[in-house]
């Protein structure tokens, strides 16, 4: 039955092309928005996923990583006398504005850390080195920064919230969901600079647990006693960043829309063709049921088509969409193409192709044996 | 000789809306082993409707229909691809193969549907081909094919599975004189040398020499018959 539909297809060689080149829009869009999507979410939390540290301790309800709000360092105190931590660091992440060369501003999102343990810093270094920002006015910049930034080197100076701060690095692979350039200084100078915060606040703490505690019961503990803050593990504060910028912006919806209406798209072309296909050939499908092939054999047949036009543009647009990452990486942006994803979109595609098959199916279920007589 | 077809009372009406027709009145008939058969009737007569019928593709309004002694009537929907796998092969005037397939492969997609698969599909197809002078035609496709060339096919595809009960119906409606008595004069041939039960339904005076027995229908019953 698959040989027999496969012959069909084949011999209209133009429609099928169409169907395919259908298929193939409708998937390639698909695999787009959904790995745009997801890197945009990976992007969203990719300084919580880098940093190393089990607890995360914010603001009184804080939404995300890039909009929290500061609180009294003692917090960080209160966090590393509990008996199962093992260490603590604090991290400011705050906005700021820097000057450009030929004038002009634009805005940044500050990251302060401590260059000694480099926890919550940069984890790829394209030159210069963390410890570096010690002790004075130096500033790393990611290479995603320089789209906006324009060309920066080690070594250049920068004007960053009225005070001059030297370059003393280039990280890779740092980006946030806002697409505000990302500009690492120790926690000291965010400090100074950010002076908005008061110069004895944090805005996160991220801390180790002892090997053998339980994070759970840590977090419970920290949740009785530190007042005035939020307590998570890093993967439930990774989870609630991404989910702030994919549900509360409405940014996820519009990518869904968009995946749904490619998923229609496809199937109304994949139905439409079948069932055109079908009705062409609905005297000889006529013919082997009178010839004693039951419903669900040339249902066979129709679904084995459904199942090439699912297969064939599943791999082209796989193939398509594989070649583009790189493209989407040269402009900035980050395209997952991963095992599961691809799994997800090759059981939606054949879902849009054979749920567009059964159109045609429910015509067999009542050929009218009147037309296998018509000359 | 045994029965392969008996008809008691057999009638049909179609309902469109209000309006009744009544394509079939009351036929009783039996159709034997080896026995080719002619159903004669100007157009409207019900020669379509009872052969339709016959080979269980339509479920009569009333009466009863024995295939082998099998009681067609008291059988439920899903049960008559199987009577009819078993039974009946039909031929038809627009010769229905599927464009996309070779000669060849129209057959054996047929034989499939019998449930005949393998290689004894495939001997059964290319003996019947050259049986019926296609030999040198198997992979053409039915666009390549002349009309009479294209309805040999279809009566390969018919007779290849040994169905004992072949129905036709103006199997010669799209060919000229000459290629649709060949056709026929083939169809009988193959038909009563395997003793199979023929019946054809065609207004086609000229072959009516082919036939054992004629039956002339008018108006849904059958008038009269004729023995050859
Ligand atoms: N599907 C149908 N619906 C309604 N009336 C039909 C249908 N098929 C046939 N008829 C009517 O039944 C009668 C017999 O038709 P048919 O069996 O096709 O005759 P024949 O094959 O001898 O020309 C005609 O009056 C025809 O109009
Ligand atoms: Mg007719």
Redesign the pocket.
């Known amino acids: 039955m698959f040989y027999v539909a496969l012959r069909i297809l084949l011999y209209d060689k133009i429609r099928s092309l169409i169907t395919l080149l259908g298929v193939v829009f409708a998937v390639g869009l698909i695999f787009n928005q959904l790995g745009i999507f997801l890197g945009l979410m990976e992007t969203s939390s990719v300084i919580i996923d880098h940093t190393p540290g089990d607890i995360w301790v914010t603001s009184k309800n804080s939404k995300n990583f890039d909009f929290s709000q500061p609180f009294p360092e003692y917090i960080y105190n209160q966090t590393i006398a509990d008996p199962e931590i093992l260490s603590a660091e604090k991290l400011i992440v705050a906005w700021g504005i820097i000057r450009q060369k030929e004038g002009g501003t634009e805005q940044v999102e500050v990251v302060g850390f401590n260059p000694d343990t480099g926890v919550g810093g940069p984890w790829d270094m394209l030159a210069g080195d963390t410890r570096y920002l010690k002790n004075g006015n130096f500033a790393i910049v990611d290479e995603s920064a320089m789209k906006r930034l324009g060309k920066i080197q080690v070594g250049e100076y920068r004007d960053v919230l009225f005070h001059r701060l030297q370059i003393v690095g280039i990280s890779r692979g740092v980006k946030s969901f806002t697409t505000a350039p990302i500009l690492f200084t120790s926690f000291e100078l965010a400090q100074r600079l950010v002076t908005y915060m008061g110069s004895d606040s944090t805005v996160f703490v991220v801390a180790k647990i002892k090997p053998g505690a339980s994070v759970d019961q840590v977090i419970a503990r920290l949740q009785q006693r530190l007042k005035g803050v939020d307590v998570f593990t890093a993967a439930d504060f990774s989870m609630k960043t991404r989910k702030y910028w994919a549900i509360e912006t409405g940014v996820g919806f519009s990518f869904m829309l968009t995946i749904v209406i490619s998923f229609l798209v496809g199937m109304l072309i994949v139905g439409q063709t079948i069932y055109n296909s079908t009705m062409e050939h609905i005297k000889e499908f006529g013919t082997l049921k009178a010839l004693g092939a039951s419903n669900s054999d040339i249902y066979r047949i129709i679904f084995s088509q459904a199942i090439i036009n699912a297969m064939l543009g599943y791999i082209f647009s796989l193939i398509i969409t594989v070649s583009t990452v790189k493209l989407y990486e040269a402009g900035g942006m980050v395209m997952v193409v991963r095992g599961w994803v691809n799994f997800l979109v090759l059981g939606l595609t054949l879902l849009m192709c054979l749920g567009a098959a059964f159109v045609s199916v429910r015509r067999i279920k009542s050929i009218?044996p009147?037309i296998l007589f018509r000359g | 000789m045994s029965q392969a077809i008996v008809t008691t009372a057999l009638s049909k009406v179609?309902r469109?809306g209000k309006i009744e027709?009544t394509?079939l009145a009351s036929i009783d008939v039996a159709l034997m082993e080896g026995e080719v058969v002619g159903l004669f009737?100007p157009?409207?007569?019900?020669?379509?409707?009872l052969l339709s019928i016959l080979g269980c593709i339509l479920r009569p309004t009333s009466g009863s229909l024995g295939i082998y002694g099998h009681e067609t009537s008291i059988l439920s929907e899903k049960d008559l691809p199987d009577i009819r796998r078993r039974f009946i092969s039909f031929i038809f005037q627009g010769f229905n193969l599927f464009p996309a397939l070779t000669a060849y492969e129209n057959v054996i997609l047929g034989l499939k549907m019998k449930g005949i698969t393998g290689s004894d599909a495939t001997q059964r197809a290319t003996r019947i081909m050259a049986e019926v002078g296609l030999a040198d035609r198997m992979k053409f496709l039915p666009r390549d094919l002349s009309g009479g060339q294209r309805q040999r096919v279809a009566v390969a595809r018919a007779l290849a599975a040994d169905s004992p009960i072949i129905l036709a119906d103006e199997p010669t409606g799209n060919l000229d004189h000459s290629n649709g008595r060949k056709v026929m004069e083939l169809l009988r041939e193959m038909a009563s040398s395997q003793q199979r039960c023929v019946i054809v339904?065609t207004h086609d005076n000229r072959i009516e020499d082919l036939f054992d027995r004629v039956l002339y229908?008018e108006d849904g019953s059958i008038l009269r018959e004729k023995r050859g």
């Open positions: 009218d009147a | 179609y469109e027709v394509a009737g157009s409207g007569s019900g020669k379509t409707t339904a229908m």
